[in-house]
């Protein structure tokens, strides 16, 4: 009889080519390495320098998404900055060069690579993935162990297929019930890091389990292991299931007749053990969360969107105050109807289908408030061509909102997206970092829903008045 | 790979912020780099220049005293956000060898030791202690013993900190990952065999 292990601990356990030790960390095997052109070009500079191939392409993908432009001029997207624009052409150089396939522009597979690689079923139970970026936790969705690195890690990667990694401890965050009308995933999550702090998963794998859990698609799962990270969680996983499995059958690169229904089988007993350990445990109820918005500069200060910011006194104080003057908001005030300038829907979080359904059926018939400029940015190409095949597109130009091509857009602001200095934006990506959206802009992180509630009214608002 | 990481005795820089992220240690729009040379021009970058991109002279950076310091203190959880190794490139190219913090980010520490960039964990207490002595004295030095693992603070505590005995030996040896990675190739090589990959 082996001990009862957690969901992590099981997938840990099927990819330690060698356990670590004190003298050195274990060798954890990578199934699935996503490659992109911001953190990827000095880990090929390595390879050269030494000579090295990179030993496995076939489990490496690669595409272009954080500084690629989303405005299409004459039918052609066309990227102004030029360091941007050799940073593109050395990802083109390297994966020609090294023989790793690369979803480059023009490539209807192209798209945030947090969105692809799900999208095109490269994305799989049971599997490790990295990549060089941190939100990488949102392929955890998929009871993968999928974590940030590096681009030192990401040259080990290329040339090994591995890394050397001490193992994390494990943290159970148990959501039942049901969520309320107009509450949705990423509600959850930001009440998850509201609750826990943005430092409060360090070190850690959460797992996230609950009949709540259980009860989203696998979209709203997606966005919330994907801002795990902002709770300084290493991973976030969630046990697969049928909805996975459904959610996964027919995609291009998932097996197909008998290997499928293998996959499956073996795939229905990845799940924790009765009886294993966590090393922490945290639970939350999931009626009784609202729709969560943040007031401050990090994913932690968040609260109900018809709540108030904290009163000057309260714990945290310099860091309220810092935030408070960042921000333009006084102590104790309510955020509703706060006017907004910016709202972005989109990014590795909140830019699939289900996000641009949820958003443009709040917009249709409605149209983007007259002080308020809206930017929808579909999280891939094949979400861009899906959402204009079901009309949403429509809805969301209708609505005088811009409808743009894939990319991180907004998220990261290093495309040519961003918001000015001073300028109020409530967006559906991950981060309210000072200076994330363009220096100076002042970012209100929220779900699509109350992003499109917000443009509508020009202001913060509540979706449920919308629904 | 980094020199080896020898011993360390300088003033300090104090950014006395809990949370400090990657955006701000440098933010986004300067990573369409294709090296990794540099960045220290960027650290800090919207902390450190106004909007005309003239020096805020009230930033901890932009003061004289700061000149030549190899080691920055700062708050609880630095390095917080994104996986971008071009925050400890930039820590490092502007003259850091160390950064003290009463915790840190994972993919941060990771970063950091694989770039000649120690990172030292102190107890709040001890942390809230160092700020003080450094706001009364900015001259004050630290000194790090990394083989001893302890770190003398301005307020005269020598305090021992933990390190993972891997990357204590690579910083100590200069010594990179990646060598250790490949030495591991035939049984990694073994390993996909056995494991049908």
Redesign the interface.
Known sequence: MTEPRTLFEKVWDAHVVREGSTAAPAVLYVDLHLVHEVTSPQAFTVLRERGLRVRRPDRTLATMDHSTPTLATGGRLVVLDPAAGRQLDALAVNCEAYGIPLYGMGDDRRGIVHVIGPELGRTQPAMTIVCGDSHTSTHGAFGALAFGIGTSEVGHVLATQCLLQTKPKTMEVRIDGTLRPGVSAKDLILAVIAQIGVGGGTGHVIEYRGTAIESLDMEGRMTVCNMSIEAGARAGMIAPDATTFAWLAGREHVPSGGAWTAAVESWQHLRTDDGAQFDRSVVLTADAIAPMITWGTNPGMAIPVDGRVPASGAIDDAANQRAFTYMGLEPGQALLGQPVDVVFVGSCTNGRMDDLRAAAGMMKGRHVAANTRMLVVPGSQRVKHAAEREGLADIFRAAGAEWRESGCSMCIAMNGDTVAGGQYAVSTSNRNFEGRQGKGARTLLASPLTAAASAIAGAVADPRSYL | MSQPWGPLSSHAVLVA???I?T??II???F??????SGLGTHLFS?WRYD?TGTPRPEFELNVPASVGAQVLVAG??FG??????HAPWALTDWGFRAVIAS?????FR??AH??GLLTIALDDATLTATHAALRDDPHASVTVDLAAQHVTLPQGATVAFAI???SKRCLLDGL???G???A??P??EA??VA?G?
């Not at chain 2, 917080?80 to 190794?85: A, P, T």
């Not at chain 2, 915790?103 to 993919?107: E, G, K, Q, R, T």
């Open positions: 912020r809990d949370d992220d955006d701000q933010p986004a729009r990573l369409t780099t294709t090296t990794r919207d909007a609880r959880n917080c956000g994104s996986s971008r190794e915790s840190f980010a994972d993919i990771s970063n694989k770039n993972d005995p891997f990179d990952e990646l250790a990675l490949l591991e190739l049984a990694i390993w996909e494991c990959r």
